[in-house]
T-cell receptor, first 112, second 118 residues
Framework: DQQVKQNSPSLSVQEGRISILNCDYTNSMFDYFLWYKKYPAEGPTFLISISSIKDKNEDGRFTVFLNKSAKHLSLHIVPSQPGDSAVYFCAASARSNYQLIWGAGTKLIIKP | GAVVSQHPSRVICKSGTSVKIECRSLDFQATTMFWYRQFPKQSLMLMATSNEGSKATYEQGVEKDKFLINHASLTLSTLTVTSAHPEDSSFYIC??????????????FGPGTRLTVL
């Protein structure tokens, strides 16, 4: 039972364009969502998060949007850069349990 | 801020030996640390939750006698893979929980340890 789903295993985007990574969740108890970036053979790096009281959070080139009614969140990267090529994981947690529930990841490839 | 280190980064050992992996939060105190395992082309699998001063909580299917976890201080947790076998070869990653406002805890990850058991 996947509570957090990233349905696109991979995404290819032209350098300079916008990358949009999507994530869906099923557990309505989730109230905090995070995006991590991971290079091969390295630990994940925290990128950005959003609490369920917000619908948007922005940090530089990264913006996360949360649609609670649709149980959907997305990460926008603009403009996309070659160094953004990595696997992106969406994770969620509930206030009552701080464990993270992870999506399967989306491999983002930025083409020059 | 929020830096987590792991040591060693790579280890190769013979079957039947034990291997200890250290996870340290360098600039914050972490009452809770997590140990993950990543298989090739798969997402992170949570193995256990390590709580400072108390026993670790293991996920279903993870052998607590094989994967010994000790959270001796607010900045250090260790994972010992006992009597390692080739099937234990994997990429092990730890994370430390940085408490935020209620419900906004963030986990910061170490760089991972590649274990190869011959």
């Amino acid at each position: 039972d996947q509570q957090v789903k990233q349905n696109s295993p991979s995404l290819s985007v032209q350098e300079g364009r916008i990358s949009i990574l999507n994530c869906d969740y099923t557990n309505s108890m989730f109230d905090y969502f995070l995006w991590y970036k991971k290079y091969p053979a390295e630990g994940p790096t925290f990128l950005i998060s959003i609490s369920s009281i917000k619908d948007k959070n922005e940090d530089g080139r990264f913006t996360v949007f949360l649609n609670k009614s649709a149980k959907h969140l997305s990460l926008h990267i603009v403009p996309s850069q070659p160094g953004d090529s990595a696997v992106y994981f969406c994770a969620a947690s509930a206030r009552s349990n701080y464990q993270l529930i992870w999506g399967a990841g989306t491999k983002l490839i930025i083409k020059p | 801020g929020a830096v987590v280190s792991q040591h060693p980064s790579r280890v190769i050992c013979k079957s039947g030996t034990s291997v200890k992996i250290e996870c340290r939060s360098l600039d914050f105190q972490a009452t809770t640390m997590f140990w993950y395992r990543q298989f090739p082309k798969q997402s992170l699998m949570l193995m256990a939750t390590s709580n400072e001063g108390s026993k670790a909580t293991y996920e279903q299917g993870v052998e607590k006698d094989k994967f010994l976890i000790n959270h001796a201080s607010l900045t250090l947790s260790t994972l010992t893979v006992t009597s390692a076998h080739p099937e234990d070869s994997s990429f092990y990653i730890c994370s430390a929980r940085l408490a935020g406002h209620i419900g906004t805890d963030t986990q910061y990850f170490g760089p991972g340890t590649r274990l190869t058991v011959l």
